[in-house]
T-cell receptor, first 114, second 111 residues
Framework: DVKVTQSSRYLVKRTGEKVFLECVQDMDHENMFWYRQDPGLGLRLIYFSYDVKMKEKGDIPEGYSVSREKKERFSLILESASTNQTSMYLC?????????????FGEGSWLTVV | EDKVVQSPLSLVVHEGDTVTLNCSYEVTNFRSLLWYKQEKKAPTFLFMLTSSGIEKKSGRLSSILDKKELFSILNITATQTGDSAIYLCAVEMDSNYQLIWGAGTKLIIKP
């Protein structure tokens, strides 16, 4: 069974803290994505990666960075968390050339910044 | 600017009703349109549409695409409480395979 695992499901962090969100996929997919999801705004792409050590900015990269040192792992980093980064974060992976049913999502990480 | 707009943003109906969810888009280099269902966790795939006028069907759910008028609808007949979810529409672009997501429609089915 295909699997995208986000290690932290629920986090509460203080303003200014550094936050790591980890995502691991076991399908040998080239592409990996980080989205945030807020009510009324849908899924917004933060960063994506199409290969190890490669990254591309999405629609809302400000305040975030990413790391892809191994093919199966894609980390999202908030260098200095702020309250407006309180959100649900979704990791996804796909084969080259996203085609609908080949994009797989993790369970989501709910981050609250206080 | 490429965009995907879903309507309504939320909808409350009674069990047994039929609902129609809308997704309109303005994108360059359209490749496909996708529907996902999201309950309390990760979105799950429903349909991928690439051609106009061809209905895709899965049980009580069906969807169709109109590439001339740039929209798609998702129909759910004989709704059940288990259909309560956020329904997401996304358009895949041909140029870079990225997805542009709509804001979603939150559907609540009352027993």
């Amino acid at each position: 069974d295909v699997k995208v695992t986000q290690s932290s499901r629920y986090l509460v962090k203080r303003t200014g803290e550094k936050v790591f969100l980890e995502c691991v996929q076991d399908m040998d997919h080239e592409n990996m994505f980080w989205y945030r999801q807020d009510p009324g705004l849908g899924l917004r792409l933060i960063y994506f990666s199409y290969d190890v050590k490669m990254k591309e900015k999405g629609d809302i990269p400000e305040g975030y960075s990413v790391s892809r040192e191994k093919k199966e792992r894609f980390s999202l980093i908030l260098e200095s968390a702020s309250t407006n980064q309180t959100s649900m974060y979704l990791c996804a992976s796909s084969l080259v050339g996203v085609k609908g049913n080949t994009i797989y999502f993790g369970e989501g990480s709910w981050l609250t910044v206080v | 600017e490429d965009k995907v707009v879903q309507s309504p943003l939320s909808l409350v109906v009674h069990e047994g009703d039929t609902v129609t969810l809308n997704c309109s888009y303005e994108v360059t280099n359209f490749r496909s349109l996708l529907w996902y269902k999201q309950e309390k966790k990760a979105p799950t795939f429903l349909f991928m549409l690439t051609s106009s006028g061809i209905e895709k069907k899965s049980g009580r759910l069906s969807s169709i695409l109109d590439k001339k008028e740039l929209f798609s609808i998702l129909n759910i007949t004989a709704t059940q409480t288990g259909d309560s979810a956020i329904y997401l529409c996304a358009v895949e672009m041909d140029s870079n395979y990225q997805l542009i997501w709509g804001a979603g429609t939150k559907l609540i089915i009352k027993p």
